[in-house]
């Protein structure tokens, strides 16, 4: 069961100080997604989630007390509260990948939704009331990949690929419960070898803490990734007399928060206690900003992507014909008025090469008159 004082162990007495005073006034905001392939398990998970810890809950949604094929996007919103803090959780189920066959891009539509999270987010932000601000960022999305045995599906790669570049990833084997402790152990192998391999991206808890103590937590849960959890929110009773949450089987008892059956505790302390702050500021710092810088880069792309526009283009081509046409017509008009010129100058220097005759005309005219008058000077000495 949940400690106590769930808010010394989320940390949210270290929560920088704009957060802390979110936490302490509206409860800090922190949403888990659960995504995979239809009928792993992920809508039992969530209740598990839920009836494993002490969290008042409502569903947004009127949920069927029978777990059927989940066909929408549901919100179930909980609180985790303690003296003066809050966390205001979000569950977010969503439907499964869908069969074997065309499922190939159905992880898309998990990726626009983390998206559109982040875009609401994003718009809000730029408005005046910030208290106002709903923040359904994801914090951390669970992966469940089916208990094959084999590794990691081709789907399931590209899948974590594009998933683990957006939001803390937590990749989980679904239905640990099928496989035995020996196959279990290599499945997880493989599906370790296939992360780093695939250079998948996904979330380790830090273990670079001053506290040792919190370091050695840190790995012993990182060890236990990818996990392997058991959902069940059935009551049955174990081999002890006890009632716990667990599936019965003909040869024994699967108990979902036994630590030699599953994950689910380990996997229940990263999501709602070890790491929960981590998970926040992660994925505000890290996550929230990469999109952020491509927002910003789409921006421009996004005004290319109008120039392309078949429209835009029509428009830039008749105002390139307009403007051919206009320096057309300047051109022609430059023309003759240089042929104009032109003519101009050869009369003004037919006009001058006239005067400069007449000028030489009387010039030899002014000579020879200069001659006479001294002819007849001489005559009279
Ligand atoms: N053996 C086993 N069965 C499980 C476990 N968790 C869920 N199931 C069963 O698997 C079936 C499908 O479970 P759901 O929780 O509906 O699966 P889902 O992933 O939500 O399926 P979709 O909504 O179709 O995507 C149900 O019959 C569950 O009882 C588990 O850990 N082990
Ligand atoms: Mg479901």
């Known amino acids: 069961m949940m400690s106590t004082n769930p808010s010394a162990l989320c940390g949210i007495a270290n929560l920088p100080n704009q957060l802390h005073k979110i936490a302490i006034k509206k409860g800090i905001p922190y949403t888990i997604l659960v995504v995979g392939e239809s009928g792993l398990g992920k809508t039992t998970f969530v209740n598990t989630l839920l009836s494993s810890s002490l969290l008042k809950h409502r569903d947004q949604t009127k949920r069927h007390r029978l777990i059927e094929k989940t066909t929408q996007i549901t919100l179930t919103k909980a609180e985790l509260e303690e003296d003066l803090f809050k966390v205001k959780l979000n569950l977010v189920d969503t439907p499964g990948f869908g069969d074997f066959i065309n499922n190939n891009d159905s992880w898309i539509s998990i990726l626009n939704f983390i998206e559109a999270q982040y875009q609401s987010y994003f718009f809000q932000e730029q408005q005046p ?13 669970l992966y469940f990949i089916r208990p094959t045995g084999h590794g990691l599906s081709q789907l399931d790669i590209k899948a974590m690929k594009a998933i ?3 939001v803390n990833l937590v990749p989980v084997i679904a239905k640990a419960d099928t496989l035995s402790p020996y196959a279990l152990e290599e499945f997880k192998n ?5 992360i780093t391999a695939n250079r ?12 040792p103590i919190d370091n050695q937590i840190g790995s012993e849960i990182n060890e236990a990734i990818p996990f392997a959890i058991v959902g069940s929110d059935k009551v049955v009773i174990n081999k002890d007399g006890k009632e716990v949450l667990g599936r019965e089987y003909s040869w024994g008892v699967v108990e979902v928060e036994n630590d030699e059956h599953c994950d689910f505790r380990k996997l229940r302390n990263l999501l709602i206690r070890t790491n929960m702050l981590d998970l926040v500021t992660s994925t505000d710092e890290v996550h929230y900003d990469v999109f952020k810088k491509e927002v910003i880069q789409k921006g ?7 120039r392309e526009n078949p429209k835009f283009k029509e428009e830039e081509e008749a105002l390139r014909f307009k403007f051919t046409e206009q320096v057309r017509i300047e051109e022609s008009r430059f023309r003759q008025w240089e042929l104009k010129l032109i003519a101009e100058r050869d009369r003004l220097n037919k006009d001058l090469e006239s005067e400069h005759m007449t000028v030489r005309h009387l010039e030899s005219e002014i000579e020879s008159l200069a001659m006479n008058s001294q002819t007849t000077k001489s005559y009279r000495k």
């Open 129 to 141: 009331d910030r208290a106002a601000i709903n923040d359904m960022r994801i914090s951390v999305c």
């Open 164 to 166: 683990g570049a957006r």
């Open 190 to 194: 493989r599906i370790r070898e296939s």
């Open 200 to 211: 998948i991206e996904i979330f380790k808890c830090p273990v670079d803490r001053a506290d």
């Open 300 to 306: 421009i792309g996004e005004l290319r992507k109008k």
